[in-house]
């Protein structure tokens, strides 16, 4: 599904991304772990496009594609999804004009016929009931005036929508308590199947209690410095982080 | 200029010759008084403060007829698109500043009078002559006073205390222009009573041949009795061989409530000022607006809540998207009086430029005399927010779709504003295709 070879990048001149290197095969779930400032969220902006960063090396190949030369909008059209750490709130934009335009589009790109409006509205009540939303947040602006919690949901809400075969949750358990936690982690597990794959960025073991990975990885300083089953989550739970930054010194060294 | 300038006081005494009976009646006093001040001032230069930035010499030095009395060869076919489709409304035609009563349909008939302003001074004197230019203060203001000395005709809506008129009001004026460039004044006079509640839309027209431009200028006077109610609409969507210069002046008695709604989407130059007193206690003024232009447009609004007296509450946003080498001018003023303790009073501009060649000159005005008030204001011009951009890239929208999108729900909040659905509908649509919106 997508294979990461020695990525590199940086922003404003300053290198981020160190040399990265992942293989994600379908069905998998991996999970990125580490420390602030490790460069997992800078990961899943460049695997999502973001054009604030300069790739300064390497390649990253989605089902047979350059993904690095693909648009923001043809990455997200070839299925891949971010739900981003801070969604951004667009008032005057409905949730359902917006993902009628994004479903249409995501459509469009697999020679689809947009999707008819009873049809539509269907498969929203549907995922909506997936993450508990209810009408009258779907009706309001894109994540005006949203809880943390309720934009966490529009995101997995959003990724049932665009059905994407690989999706990257960034830092999505990040100010959740633990009944959005739970609604969020039973939205992405029901959507889980073995066409589609997941990247989940955190920084804490909570998350994986509920979505459970097959692998585990550790950035650190823009590498990825250990990898392991679900196992390795429990062991940092318990060791913290320094355990791995004297592993990364030992390597250079 | 002066050349422009001096034909408009010849023609003023063609006019003079021409009003027989009225030539000694109270209201020709008035624009006599204003003939004389218009002849003093002189159009307006950029070295005047209200003037600053928008030059009206280009305008004024042009050579313009004045046709108040003539005929139109206008049909119905012809005003067909100016209207607001599916919506049945009042609807009073003026070409050149004449009423045209074949082109104009009247249908409300309960609870209002509505005619032209040039048979109110004879059928309406008393309430014409208690109303006129007691608002819009022509003394120290040129355009004003230009408008004051040719108010010859306009529309006369004065609806009865409690009457509630649920058709709208649609005011259209036509600049026929194909002949040859024409200055076209026209003065309405709009009354409503106590409980009162109306729905005004005005819309001014041109229609150039060749190197032809219009010149328009429509002032209108609004009394609000206590508790009255009025939605009123301005839509400018003209030609760009179009000038207009126009102005609201508003009086507001207590507990009355009115929302404008400005919406400017294409023309030469467009002046206007919105002028409301809120001079009755806890009375409410709305004051949006819209300029979503390009080209060489340039759209001034000079605004102003007068507070005088306490408990009033203006609330004022008006929104700009500017394009190539378009500009805009925002000058909001609020006044608070001595008198008026616990005023409310709001003021947002927000502009959005979409070309390095595109400026806004945005100024807020507070002047507060009392000490007991709440007042706000602010201004924002910039682009568009990169991380909304993205946001919706990253869900599938292409560069030009999330740029249009984000920019109809940036102009969406003003045209929500207004209730008049047809209307508001109408003018949703065109918005969507000049952002060559595809979302249904």
């Not at chain 2, 027989?20 to 109270?26: E, V």
């Not at chain 2, 008084?33 to 218009?38: E, I, K, L, P």
């Not at chain 2, 309405?188 to 150039?208: F, Q, R, W």
């Not at chain 2, 919406?263 to 409301?276: C, H, K, M, Q």
Request: glycine share 6%; proline share 3%.
């Amino acid at each position: 599904m997508l294979t990461i070879t020695n990525l590199q990048a940086s922003v404003e001149g300053k290198e981020i991304l160190k040399g990265i290197n992942l293989t994600i095969g379908k069905g998998e779930i991996h999970a990125i772990m580490g420390p602030n400032g490790s460069g997992k969220s800078t990961l899943a902006s460049v695997l999502a496009g973001r054009e604030d960063y300069e790739i300064t090396g390497g390649s990253v190949d989605f089902d047979g594609k350059d993904l690095l030369e693909m648009s923001p909008e043809e990455r997200a059209r070839e299925g891949v999804f971010l739900a981003f750490q801070y969604p951004v709130e667009i008032p005057g934009v409905s949730n359902t004009n917006f993902l009628k335009a994004a479903v249409n589009e995501v459509r469009k790109h697999r020679g689809l016929e947009p999707m008819e409006p009873k049809a539509f509205l269907k498969m929203m009540r549907e995922k909506m009931a997936l993450v508990e939303m209810d009408q009258a947040m779907v009706s309001r602006s894109v994540n005006e005036g949203f809880s943390g919690g309720e934009k966490k949901r529009n995101e997995i809400f959003q990724l049932a929508m665009l059905e994407p075969k690989l999706s990257i949750l960034d830092e999505t358990d990040s100010g959740l308590d633990i009944d959005a936690l739970k609604i969020v982690s039973n939205g992405v597990n029901k959507l889980r199947s073995k066409e589609t794959s997941t990247i989940v960025i955190t920084h804490y073991q909570r998350l994986l209690d509920y979505i459970v990975p097959d692998f585990v990885h550790v950035l650190y300083k823009g590498r990825i410095v250990k990898s392991g089953g679900k196992e390795l989550a429990l062991e940092l739970e318990a060791k913290g982080y320094d355990w791995v930054k004297e592993l990364a010194l030992e390597e250079v060294v | 200029m002066v050349e422009f300038q001096s034909k408009l006081e010849q023609e003023f005494s063609l006019v003079e010759r021409s009003l027989n009976g009225q030539a000694k009646s109270p209201i020709h006093a008035i624009r006599k008084q204003a003939m004389a001040r218009f002849a003093e001032l002189g159009f307006p230069t950029i070295r005047h403060e209200e003037w600053k930035y928008t030059n009206l010499m280009p305008i004024v030095k042009q050579d313009y007829a004045l046709t108040l009395q003539a005929a139109s060869s206008l049909t119905k076919a012809d005003i067909e698109p100016f209207l607001i489709p599916d919506v049945e409304a009042n609807v009073l035609v003026f070409v050149n500043g004449s009423y045209s009563a074949a082109l104009s349909t009247i249908i409300s008939d309960k609870g209002v009078e509505v005619m032209p302003l040039a048979e109110a001074f004879t059928k309406k004197t008393a309430v014409v002559e208690k109303h006129f230019a007691q608002y819009a203060a022509w003394q120290n203001d040129a355009m004003l006073a230009l408008n004051t000395a040719f108010s010859l005709n306009g529309a006369y809506i004065e609806v009865a205390n409690s009457a509630v008129i649920e058709e709208p009001f649609h005011l259209l004026f036509v600049n026929d222009s194909r002949q040859q460039s024409t200055f076209a004044p026209a003065r309405n006079l709009i009354v409503l009573g106590v409980n009162a509640e109306a729905t005004i839309v005005e819309s001014a027209h041109t229609l150039v041949s060749g190197e032809n431009v219009g010149f328009t200028n429509v002032v209108s006077e609004v009394v609000l009795a206590e508790n009255a109610r009025l939605q009123h609409y301005k839509i400018q969507n003209d030609v760009t061989q179009s000038h207009f210069v126009g102005a609201l002046h508003a009086h507001q008695e207590a507990t009355s409530i009115l929302n404008t709604v400005v919406v400017t989407l294409s023309g030469g130059i467009v002046r206007n000022n919105l002028n409301a007193v809120l001079a009755g206690k806890a009375a409410d003024t709305h004051f949006y607006g819209l300029y979503l232009v390009n080209g060489k447009t340039l759209v001034d609004n000079h605004t102003l809540a007068d507070h005088a007296v306490a408990h009033c509450t203006s609330n004022e946003l008006y929104k700009g998207i500017m394009d190539d080498r378009s500009t805009g001018v925002f000058n909001g003023k609020i006044m608070v009086r001595p008198d008026a303790q616990k005023t409310l009073a709001y003021q947002s501009n927000r502009n959005i430029l979409m070309s390095p060649n595109a400026t806004v000159n945005t100024k807020p005005q507070l002047e507060i005399f009392a000490d007991d008030v709440k007042c706000s204001h602010g201004c924002t011009s910039g682009q568009l927010d990169d991380e909304a951009l993205f946001y919706l890239r990253a869900r599938g929208l292409d560069r030009e779709q999330a740029r249009a999108l984000l920019l109809y729900a940036f102009a969406g909040e003003i045209t929500e504003k207004i209730e008049l659905e047809p209307l508001r509908e109408r003018l949703e649509s065109i918005i969507a295709e000049r952002l060559h919106q595809e979302l249904v």
